[in-house]
Nanobody, 123 residues
Framework: QVRLEESGGGSVQSGGSLRLSCAASASIGLYSITWFRQVQDKEREGVACINRFDATKYADFVKGRFTISRDITKNIVYLQMNNLKPDDTAVYYC??????????????????WGQGTQVTVSS
């Protein structure tokens, strides 16, 4: 089990940028880490994933705007979010899986979750 802690959320205007961080209590080299987001009363949706081999996968609605990366020396996974839109408003979570090579945006594939960080984009 790994503990995850998100940070970097906040309020920005449409077109602005934020960088979220997901700090892990264990070596992220052992995990696939994925960012999810959830709006109240809606299902959690996958945003971007990075696995231990640095393979990545993005949801169509963020391609070209968001970038996932990681710093193994700090055990942090980042989500750089550019050109933010009001529809990006949500609580963002990071989640981890030990399944080797997993690149998935399905929440059921992940075992460990952080508490989330709020992102609010105003028009």
């Amino acid at each position: 089990q790994v503990r995850l802690e998100e940070s970097g959320g906040g309020s920005v205007q449409s077109g602005g940028s934020l960088r979220l961080s997901c700090a892990a209590s264990a070596s992220i080299g052992l995990y696939s880490i994925t960012w999810f987001r959830q709006v109240q009363d809606k299902e959690r949706e996958g945003v971007a994933c990075i696995n231990r081999f640095d393979a990545t996968k993005y949801a169509d609605f963020v391609k070209g705007r968001f970038t996932i990366s990681r710093d193994i020396t700090k055990n942090i996974v980042y989500l750089q979010m550019n050109n933010l839109k009001p529809d990006d408003t949500a609580v963002y979570y990071c989640a981890a899986s030990t399944t080797i090579g997993l690149v998935s945006l399905e929440s059921s594939r992940y075992d460990d979750w952080g508490q989330g960080t709020q992102v609010t984009v105003s028009s």
